[in-house]
């Protein structure tokens, strides 16, 4: 079993900045990517970027790249997302997945970007 808990979402002006943080903790070797995905009101779960644990690759939705970097602390077992910025369009709750044999989703963290 592996738990995913999210943190440091909060109420940004556009422009701003945010970062968020994903503990994850468990059967920690069994993962193989840790991914950030996001959800507003009336759509669906959308990927916003992912890290390889092996490797350290990372990807990116065409909609955050250049402004969100996804990144990790290996000796605290947590993944980072620095979002840069922010559009109110970014507003959702934000979402972190461990994924390995199975795929672990946290509670999730709302972030709205509002004047």
């Known amino acids: 079993q592996v738990q995913v808990v999210e943190s440091g979402g909060a109420l940004v002006q556009p422009g701003g900045s945010l970062r968020l943080s994903c503990v994850v903790s468990g059967s920690i070797e069994s993962v193989n990517t840790m991914n950030w995905y996001r959800q507003a009101p009336g759509e669906e779960r959308e990927f916003v970027a992912r890290?390889?644990?092996?490797?350290?690759?990372?990807d990116y939705a065409d909609s955050v790249r250049g402004r969100f970097t996804i990144s990790r602390d290996n000796a605290r077992n947590t993944v980072f997302l620095q979002m840069n910025s922010l559009k109110p369009e970014d507003t959702a709750v934000y979402f972190c997945s461990a994924r390995g044999d199975r795929n672990y989703w946290g509670q999730g963290t709302q972030v709205t970007v509002s004047s």
């Open positions: 890290i390889v644990i092996r490797g350290g690759r990372r």
